[in-house]
């Protein structure tokens, strides 16, 4: 089975800060593909980022950058210099290789005090 | 641009009555997808939809069903809303590949449903 944790419920930074929100896995296949999705006030989940299970390099777009680590099943998302355009509910997300059903965690929501 | 719309952002309907909530995407995706969202829980799956006329059932189907008559729009029905099913509805898409998880899903605004 698949699953997705987001232990992170609730997480208040001071705008500058630097964030982490994490993100563990589970699944038995081999071939799968982890996302993050950013849910602002309005509702609407935009996409940040997709990775696929064979590829393992950091990456970084701007503030954001991704940590994938197969050895530990974790893709942690940090955001460094947090804005209060960052305030928003964070999703992670895998999808089998074999499936077209995406599994989601409940979500990490994020305040960025100015 | 891909674009999912949802017919209401906000629907206010009474216990018992038949509630209908409709996405249209106009990308052409075979995939289409109904999600309910609650605090804590994140987004479960009602049901999806792989191509017309075809539906899988998710994880919460109890209470809902679907109709998909046309390529680009999924319907979810509440055929005797209750309390509980008050929550935040989304809907997404999401096209078809021998590479399963290529893309990415594509999301609505979501319905926030209100049942008194």
């Known amino acids: 089975a698949q699953k997705v944790t987001q232990a992170q419920t609730e997480i208040s930074v001071v705008e500058k800060e630097d964030v982490t929100l994490d993100c563990v896995y589970e699944t038995r296949d081999t071939t799968y593909y982890l996302f993050w999705y950013k849910q602002p006030p309005s509702g609407e989940l935009v996409f940040l980022i997709r990775r696929n299970s064979f590829d393992e390099q950091n990456e970084i777009s701007g503030r954001y950058s991704w940590n994938f680590q197969k050895s530990t099943s974790s893709f942690n998302f940090t955001i460094t210099a947090s804005q209060v355009v960052d305030s928003a509910v964070y999703f992670c997300a895998l999808i089998r290789d074999t499936g077209n059903q995406f599994y989601f965690g409940t979500g990490t929501s994020l305040t960025v005090i100015p | 641009d891909v674009k999912v719309t949802q017919s209401s952002r906000y629907l206010v309907k009474r216990t018992g009555e038949k509630v209908f909530l409709e996405c249209v995407q106009d990308?052409?995706?075979?995939?289409m997808f109904w999600y309910r969202q609650d605090p804590g829980l994140g987004l479960r799956l009602i049901y999806f939809?792989?191509?017309?006329?075809?539906?899988e059932k998710g994880d919460i189907p109890e209470g809902y069903s679907v109709s998909r008559e046309k390529k680009e729009r999924f319907s979810l029905i509440l055929e005797s809303a209750s309390t509980n099913q008050t929550s935040m509805y989304l809907c997404?898409?999401?096209?078809?590949?021998?590479?399963?998880?290529?893309?990415?899903?594509?999301f609505g605004p979501g319905t926030r449903l209100t049942v008194t």
């Open positions: 990308m052409d995706h075979e995939n």
């Open positions: 997404a898409s999401y096209p078809y590949s021998l590479d399963t998880g290529r893309y990415e899903q594509y």
């Open positions: 939809s792989y191509d017309v006329k075809m539906k």
